[in-house]
């Protein structure tokens, strides 16, 4: 079974990219190596959502190419993840489903019911 992401890059993808991979002092968020093409480590921006529509910062990681194919064959949006997952993932992700939450008006950020 193949799975796409969803959406559409937005039309400034590039500048953000750029500007989330400078953001990460253009450096790999999961491994921390620094961006090096020759060595195989390109940077590249992941939306771990895997809606390509979705651009809030804590939807984009600055990561390698190597951590991005991983990241992408082991933790799949809506499903249960192969491995645990990273620390920063799960941090991340709890503040995205907080911000989600919170803007249809099911939870706030205080942790009560609107």
């Known amino acids: 079974m193949i799975i796409r ?5 937005a039309r400034n993808w590039k500048k953000l990219a750029t500007f989330i ?5 253009f450096c790999c968020e999961n491994c921390l190596h620094p961006h090096d093409p020759p060595n195989g480590y390109t940077l590249t921006v992941h939306h771990l959502d ?3 529509a979705i651009d809030g910062r804590l ?9 991005h194919l991983v990241l992408q064959a082991n933790y799949l949006p809506g499903q ?7 620390f920063w993932m799960e941090l991340r992700m709890r503040k995205l489903l907080a911000e989600k ?3 249809i008006g099911v939870y706030t ?3 009560g019911k609107m």
């Open 5 to 9: 992401a969803k959406g559409s890059y």
């Open 21 to 25: 991979k400078a953001q990460a002092e």
């Open 50 to 52: 895997g809606n390509k």
């Open 59 to 67: 939807n984009l990681l600055a990561c390698c190419q190597r951590c």
């Open 80 to 86: 249960l993840p192969l491995l645990p997952p990273p």
């Open 101 to 103: 939450y919170e803007a």
């Open 109 to 111: 950020t205080s942790g």
